[in-house]
């Protein structure tokens, strides 16, 4: 169904957008919010632990004499290695995480991994103290638990989200990776400041288990297995994206067309230049502004967190105004993908430049803070991107994509480690120049391979050869009996 016919179909719900409690499909967009948020607090939470777990501390001893010691005496290599286990694990179940959630249901495969997440959050505490080893472990098997997330939601999204409206429900759950990494950098600080390092896992592991049974309480699979929705609502949904009431079955992907094809590249390589600079500034940014800027660890905590907001806050504006140049036929949806994607990737070098040859306090992090929320506006181009060209194979695509981009969060943090031995403002303008000519490359892939068009591979476009055929198949039929 194109754009002007999805545009004059209306929900029948007589209640103005803010009341998202009298639409299924908007309560579903704030459980997934909050789904994002508890799984990014703890991603993110050791971020900001791990300053406090390695940093001097003072020490009074029995004789009354001061002494120095840390809790745990890793170098800076081995806390690249620590704050990157995290990506081994999640880089193995990105296209597992896809397949599954097709035939087990993608709410089922997200809200079970956030569940686990959340139980190896409480247990990371005894991890670490069992040794680093264990600790890079237990790390690992979070991340294989939360690759399945964006995967399994863009399932979720190919049932529940209306094209016009896809933007928008996807930006708005998103901004919940953006709300959770401002919390775990606020509150982390807070935590480990007043009580320990250990409460920080303890809390929102605790927060993330009490989600996890919301979720399975509230959200269904499809609009059709919601016995709260409204009828007219359901209906909307199904008319939008071409589907009748149990249009189900299983799915076959293309996979060579899917792994061949240009579009699906440049979707690839976009996802890959955004993580490795998104991945970098979330797991070394405290680090940095303590070394570099040299603030104390509750403060970098605060600090770290302004560019999410940022960023959160620029989610909204970016996925409404991707929907509204659509809706207002101002663009086509690849002109949308390709513009907001790459205008994105192009501000985030110059700021990350600049911010790091000024290297002083308030414009470096006006730079950084800039340069992370203009991220909003590249998601709202590779991030939705799977859904515009193959919607039934979007959680499959997204796991390809995600899997390789998750190599960006494996190598940044330990090229890192590496680049900064001596933690000099040298050094730490080097890593940032390399996340810049990363966005570079993203920039002109995306430039000229991208596309928001269904493609002729996808499952979509062979239905409706197939539903064409049939018709043509009828008329001819029909014709030659009134010749007979």
């Known amino acids: 169904m194109d754009d002007a016919k999805i545009s004059q179909l209306s929900d029948g719900i007589d209640a103005p957008v803010w009341m998202f409690w009298k639409r299924r499909r908007y309560v579903l967009v704030l459980m997934a919010f909050l789904g994002f948020l508890n799984l990014y607090t703890m991603r993110v939470n050791l971020s900001v632990a791990i300053v406090a777990m390695t940093e001097n501390r003072t020490v009074l001893q029995d004789d009354g004499s001061v002494a120095y010691e840390r809790y745990f005496n890793w170098s800076s290599s081995d806390q690249g290695y620590v704050l990157s286990a995290f990506f081994y694990g999640y880089m193995i179940t990105q296209i597992p995480g896809g397949y599954i959630s097709d035939r087990l249901g993608g709410n089922n495969v997200y809200g079970a991994g956030v569940g686990m997440t959340a139980i190896l959050t409480l247990l990371t505490p005894v991890a670490a103290n069992a040794g680093v080893g264990w600790l890079i472990g237990a790390r690992a098997l979070e991340g294989m638990f939360q690759g399945v997330a964006f995967p399994c939601m863009h399932t979720v999204w190919a049932k529940w989200a209306p094209p016009n409206e896809r933007s928008r429900m996807v ?25 320990n390092w250990e409460s920080v896992f303890y809390v929102f592991g605790t927060v993330g288990l009490v989600w996890c049974v919301a979720w399975f309480l509230i959200v269904k699979r499809s609009p059709e297995r919601d016995r709260f929705i409204t009828s007219s609502e359901k209906e909307y949904i199904l008319k939008s994206l071409g589907r009748v009431e149990g249009d189900v079955g299983k799915i ?18 976009a996802n890959f230049c955004e993580n490795w600079g998104f991945y970098f500034l979330l797991t070394q940014l405290p680090t940095f502004l303590k070394d570099a800027m040299h603030f104390e660890v509750t403060t970098t905590g605060f600090i770290a967190a302004l560019p999410y907001m940022a960023m959160g806050l620029s989610l909204s504006v970016a996925g409404y105004s991707a929907d509204w140049f659509q809706i207002k036929g101002i663009l086509t949806t690849t002109q949308v993908r390709r513009n907001f994607n790459c ?10 430049i600049l911010g790091v040859l000024i290297l002083k306090p308030i414009p470096t992090i006006g730079c950084i803070t800039v340069a992370v929320a203009m991220g ?3 998601w709202c181009g590779y991030a939705v991107n799977h ?3 193959s919607p039934k194979s979007a959680g499959v695509l997204m796991g390809i994509s995600n899997s390789i981009a998750t190599i960006a969060g494996i190598a940044s943090p330990i090229v890192t480690g590496y680049v900064t031995v001596d933690k000099t403002d040298d050094q730490w303008r080097l890593v940032f120049y390399i996340a810049a000519g990363i966005y570079m490359v993203g920039f002109v ?6 596309s928001g068009e269904l493609q002729p591979w996808s499952i979509e476009m062979q239905e409706i050869a197939k539903k064409e055929q049939r018709t043509n198949q009828i008329s001819f039929d029909n014709k030659l009996q009134i010749i007979d």
Do not use: C, N
Not at 343 to 352: K, N
């Open 171 to 195: 930006m708005f759950s998103f901004a919940g990776v953006f709300v959770g990494t401002i919390l775990a950098m606020m509150v982390s600080g807070i935590l480990a400041e007043s009580y």
């Open 387 to 389: 859904l515009d060209l």
């Open 445 to 450: 892939v995306y430039w000229f391979w991208a």
């Open 343 to 352: 205008v994105a990737f192009l501000a985030q070098t110059v700021f990350m």
């Open 376 to 378: 909003a506006f590249a």
């Open 252 to 269: 076959r992907h293309p996979w060579k067309a899917i792994l061949t094809s240009k579009a699906v590249f440049a979707l690839i390589v």
